[in-house]
């Protein structure tokens, strides 16, 4: 069994935060980037940010200075700071992670609503 397990979504008022979290199996190896993307009803799945194993971090221009992404490798975790959200941040987010010998894997997804 090779899985990635998220966590930290919810409903949220415009202007408030929340935190994803995505713990993968120990049994992947080698794991290089990790990555979110989110895809809202009726949109394509877009990246939202990514970290490299060295740290390197992208993001979206349209999350730009309010999502912060980091890693724990000690816990197999990547996480997803998301503060001063919008409506248009609503979507499905999910979590996604390369490996050096060539897999991927993906989350399972957590909906974030964003709604006054």
């Known amino acids: 069994q090779v899985q990635l397990v998220e966590s930290g979504g919810g409903l949220v008022q415009p202007g408030g935060s929340l935190k994803l979290s995505c713990t993968a199996s120990?049994?992947?190896?080698?794991?290089?980037?990790m990555a979110w993307y989110r895809q809202a009803p009726e949109k394509e799945r877009e990246l939202v940010a990514d970290?490299?194993?060295?740290?390197?971090?992208r993001y979206s221009d349209s999350v730009k200075g309010r999502f912060t992404i980091s890693r724990d490798n000690a816990k197999n975790t990547v996480y997803l700071q998301m503060n001063n959200l919008k409506p248009e941040d609503t979507a499905v987010y999910y979590c996604?992670?390369?490996?050096?010998?060539?897999?991927?894997?993906w989350g399972q997804g957590t909906q974030v609503t964003v709604s006054s």
């Open positions: 120990r049994s992947i190896y080698s794991i290089n980037t």
């Open positions: 996604k992670v390369y490996t050096a010998y060539g897999a991927y894997y």
């Open positions: 970290i490299t194993s060295g740290g390197t971090t």
